[in-house]
């Protein structure tokens, strides 16, 4: 059972335009969400949170938007670049605290076109 | 800090053969996953530790699995016997608070 699901596999954009890549959860004691950016042959790396008591959070490109009573979250990317192109991790967790316990989706695979 | 550290990075096992995945994290980082990601199921916790104490191992698949911390700068990950489904990229990651920090990961193949 998907706690954490990534439906859209994939997402493709033009450099310049928005991409939004969309996240939903099941379980309703997630309190905090974060996104990690993942390149071939590395690992995924941390890209920006949002804990329950935001709506949103902005670092420079990156927006997280978080809807917790429809238990949905989307990162935003503007613009995008070709640099961006990754696989992207929406991940969850139930303590905000030194436990960071993580569950992530699949994965979305963002390809922005030059 | 030279980050997490797995190796190796690749792993060609014939089934049946025993692996051994190791994972040096981050120093200071009291916390240890471990976890493996494919196309079907994406980035599984397998097991994570704290102090070095095994916490919850829930996700580890099968008692062909079996992880170890002897101490906070070592752990090991060991399937044995492989068999051809355990074929994944495994990831080791540690932390100090709610961000996780990942090795490159030990991509395995058991044929």
């Known amino acids: 059972d998907q706690q954490v699901k990534q439906n859209s596999p994939s997402l493709s954009v033009q450099e310049g335009r928005i991409s939004i890549l969309n996240c939903d959860y099941t379980n309703s004691m997630f309190d905090y969400f974060l996104w990690y950016k993942k390149y071939p042959a590395e690992g995924p790396t941390f890209l920006i949170s949002?804990?329950?008591?935001?709506d949103k959070n902005e670092d420079g490109r990156f927006t997280v938007f978080l809807n917790k009573s429809a238990k949905h979250l989307s990162l935003h990317i503007v613009p995008s670049q070709p640099g961006d192109s990754a696989v992207y991790f929406c991940a969850a967790s139930a303590d905000t605290g030194a436990n960071s316990k993580l569950t992530f989706g699949k994965g979305i695979t963002l390809s922005v076109r030059p | 800090d030279a980050g997490v550290i797995q190796s190796p990075r690749h792993e060609v096992t014939e089934m049946g053969q025993e692996v051994t995945l190791r994972c040096k994290p981050i120093?200071?980082?009291?916390?240890l996953f471990w976890y493996r990601q494919t196309m079907m199921r994406g980035l599984e916790l397998l097991i994570y530790?704290?102090?070095?104490?095994?916490?919850?191992d829930s996700g580890m698949p099968e008692d062909r699995f079996s992880a170890k911390m002897p101490n906070a700068s070592f752990s090991t990950l060991k399937i044995q016997p492989s068999e051809p489904r355990d074929s994944a990229v495994y990831f080791c990651?540690?932390?100090?608070?709610?961000?996780?920090?990942f090795g490159s990961g030990t991509r395995l193949t058991v044929v």
């Open positions: 120093s200071g980082h009291d916390y």
């Open positions: 990651a540690s932390s100090l608070g709610a961000q996780l920090t």
């Open positions: 949002i804990s329950s008591i935001k």
């Open positions: 530790f704290n102090n070095n104490v095994p916490i919850d």
